[in-house]
């Protein structure tokens, strides 16, 4: 399969993902929840059935192995080709009723980060899809995407994932916190990071070491082909294993100059 | 004018606010700035396009100033009833197309927060409207709405405004921040706090002292029709006054439980 036959794949499964979330909105089962998935988290109805209309369409490509937040790893082990998937990317705003949460593939040749070839994410809230193949750019909805040109940090707008961080660490990120003209956290952090990709805003930071790849990967190719600049917390390569054990840092910012300011105003 | 009589009133008037900025939007002019408006914010084509609208409802009142966050004060400055609005609050997320903004409008029949009766906001993106008479409850979308029931902070969704906030508060609020559940912001205040008023997040945090009566009042009797417990940094009461001026901090949360819960966390 090329890039095309991926991004198609990708693009249907990921509507059906849409539907059958939207019905379960429609149907008053929001918060319905079911067990606990692979990752941890409580699965809920809704988690369940976008995972089931991604595996519809993914396990039928041969050789192909999937790592997913809810089901955990299915498929030959050996199998060279993963798909890294989060079928519901903000669970818990989808259980609230707060319209943002989105469905997040990629598509890896190998076991880490740096293998990915390709990557989707779509708000399923209003359909906007991202999609990126390695070295070949980003768009969204099929049109270019590019970061925000903002260098300043007092014009930034800047997500922060500081959900059950340590007070330390909150204690250590204010300086930076203080100097941006924004810090908004919404809860989906694929969409999140593909709001950098498409200036929506201008840096995402998590310095939790709780990011996994299954939210992760997709976005991080969609970002990086855009132009985005995203390296672990000290400005080193980023490329955790594709697994759901990995887990990690990273700061993620529209261009380089941006990315420099941030890293200097963070903990040491 | 009676409840139903503003209610119809404001209801019009927002939905006309929601087709222009639609409009604005759709033209591709989201981010077209004008000038430096009454609160000393940039101020967008949209946002003058906003009040535009509104003021061309509320002018028609007799014996009703206007406080206004772009315009200034308007009218009789003896008038004893007043209108006190955002014309579109969550500005950023409009001009960088985020799809999270809303309208504001409180009346008061005196100077500070105490006397507001009627209170609506409006979501300009998908047309939600909030609505409160002070003494008759609060309804979404013409049906009643209720804060969330959480009361433990492991559990608790909180909002909380950090940005430009002083370094050493951001550490205050450390503790604060590790212990609940997931830390959000959106930047839109009104609509944020009509979140806590229908249970989409359980508490609303900001003690920064900058908040404003126009983007607070409609939401402030909202949420605490809906039953919500809002004071200022220290439990006490929050009456500050109807104007430009007056900026204060405040503490929202869904129930008076959780509310002591996160007093007690604060910084002292």
């Known amino acids: 399969m090329n890039g095309e036959d991926w991004r198609r794949v990708l693009t249907d499964a990921s509507k059906e993902v849409q539907r059958k979330v939207t019905r379960v909105a429609e149907q008053g089962e929001a918060s319905k929840a079911l067990e606990v998935g692979a990752s941890g988290d409580t699965t809920l109805l809704a988690d369940k059935e976008a995972e089931s209309e991604l595996f519809k369409a993914l396990t039928r490509i041969k050789g192909l192995r999937i790592v997913s937040e809810e089901a955990g790893s299915w498929g ?27 469905t997040s593939v990629a598509v890896a040749t190998g076991g880490s980060l740096k293998d990915v070839r390709f990557g989707l994410v779509r708000n399923l809230v209003n359909g906007d899809v991202y999609w990126a193949e390695k070295g070949k750019g980003c768009t969204k909805n099929g049109e270019h995407a590019a970061p925000s040109r903002v260098t300043s940090l007092s014009d930034t707008v800047m997500d922060a994932d500081l959900s059950r961080a340590p007070p330390e660490l909150i204690a250590g990120m204010g300086p930076l916190i203080s100097a ?51 390296t ?37």
Chains 1, 2 share one sequence.
């Open 76 to 102: 030959d082990p050996k199998a060279k080709l993963v798909a890294i998937v989060d079928p519901l990317d903000g669970s818990s705003n989808f259980e609230r009723r707060i319209p943002f949460y989105c």
């Open 180 to 230: 941006v003209k924004r810090q908004v956290h919404q809860g989906a952090n694929a969409l999140e990071l593909c709001f950098v990709a498409e200036g929506k805003v201008d840096a995402f930071v998590d310095l939790r070491k709780k990011m996994r790849s299954t939210d992760f990967a997709a976005a991080y190719l969609i970002a990086t082909e855009a132009g985005a600049t995203v």
């Open 232 to 268: 672990d917390s000290d400005g080193g390569v980023l490329d955790p294993e594709l697994d759901l054990a990995a887990r990690f840092s990273f700061v993620a910012a529209n261009n380089k100059t941006l990315h420099r300011r941030i890293l200097e105003l963070l903990p040491g």
